[in-house]
């Protein structure tokens, strides 16, 4: 895994559907209406492509690179996880610049071992092995269902456990994302994403 996988992917609508179908992320959604739910997301700016330059228009397709399909791939495992749509944009839109760092970051982690394996053994010697860079909004719903969040962050194994596995009284954080994972599944299926022939343009 290197900085290179990344910098060279460039892929099409299609080919990012492709992708998240591909993942098995929300697989109750046919690829028709994994589509519809993509370009929602988009038409809210996630992805946001004003940021390196390119505008929409009617006719006009987008360049999705690493950092545009994981923002894809990252939106719908939050909205399989159970979140509502608006909740999923805010989320997404709190800090975009600094969720693009935790991708990449995120990807070559086993480079830099920032996501070394934490061995789990219980008093009567079960194992269990975690792994990689989690993803984090720190996201929390109070009671009244008001969600709010500081931002996202990276979490290392030992960091995720204590997250998920922490005491919570009238507030009730979100599920984490185990990007490392779904950053590596993404760019194997990007690489071989066919040619998508295109339909309707929006």
Known sequence: MNLSDLTSLSLTHGQVAYVVDGMHIVEWLDRPALDSVLKKFRREGVP???????????????EYK?????????????????????????????????????YIKAYLEADTGQGADLEIKSVDGRKVTIGGLYLDFHAIFS????????????????????????FYAGLHPTGMVRLSQ?????????????????????
């Open 182 to 202: 779904l950053a590596t599944e993404a760019v194997r299926l990007a690489k071989d994403a066919p040619v998508i022939k295109r339909g309707r343009k929006t």
């Open 66 to 102: 690493f950092e545009h399909m994981m923002d894809c791939v990252v939106a719908m495992k939050l909205v399989a996880d159970g979140l509502a749509f608006r909740h999923v944009v805010g989320l997404m839109k709190s800090d975009p610049d600094k969720l693009w760092q935790c």
């Open 143 to 166: 009671k009244y269902g008001v969600l709010s969040t500081p931002g996202p962050r990276l979490l290392d194994p030992w960091q995720a456990l204590n997250r998920y596995m922490g």
């Open 48 to 62: 946001d492509f004003k940021k390196g330059g390119q505008v929409g228009r009617q006719g006009s397709d987008f």
